[in-house]
C-alpha cells in the first residue's frame, strides 16, 4: 500500500466532467484506490463517492492504493490531478 499527499489543482471539481476523469483513470487500474480528505475516505472508482468529497481547488488531500500497480494508479490520478488544468 502507498499513500501520497498531494495539493488539489482542478478549479471547478464540483463539476461531473473532472470527477468522471478521475474515476475512469483510477479504473483503469487493479488496485483499490481511495482519496482521504478530513475524516472521509472516498472510493476513488465510484463516481457518487467522488461528487460527495466536495474537494476545493489548493485543498490537500491524500491518495492511497493499494495491489500490484499501486504505483502507476497513484502516479496517473497524480498527475491527472496536478497537471491537467
Same mark, same amino acid.
Given at each position: ?56 481547488? /489548493? *485543498?490537500?488531500?491524500? +491518495? %492511497? #492504493?493499494?495491489?500490484? /500497480? *499501486?504505483?502507476?494508479? +497513484? %502516479? #496517473? ?9
Amino acid at each position: 500500500m502507498i499513500n501520497k499527499k498531494i495539493t488539489v489543482s482542478i478549479p471547478k471539481f464540483d463539476e461531473a466532467r473532472p470527477v468522471a476523469e478521475i474515476v475512469q483513470t483510477a479504473s483503469r487500474f487493479a488496485s483499490t484506490m481511495y482519496f482521504i480528505s478530513g475524516n472521509k475516505k472516498i472510493n476513488a472508482k465510484s463516481i457518487m463517492g467522488m461528487m460527495s468529497l466536495g474537494l476545493c481547488n /489548493d *485543498e490537500e488531500i491524500e +491518495v %492511497e #492504493a493499494d495491489g500490484d /500497480d *499501486e504505483n502507476e494508479a +497513484v %502516479e #496517473a490520478i497524480v498527475n491527472y490531478m496536478t497537471n491537467s488544468f
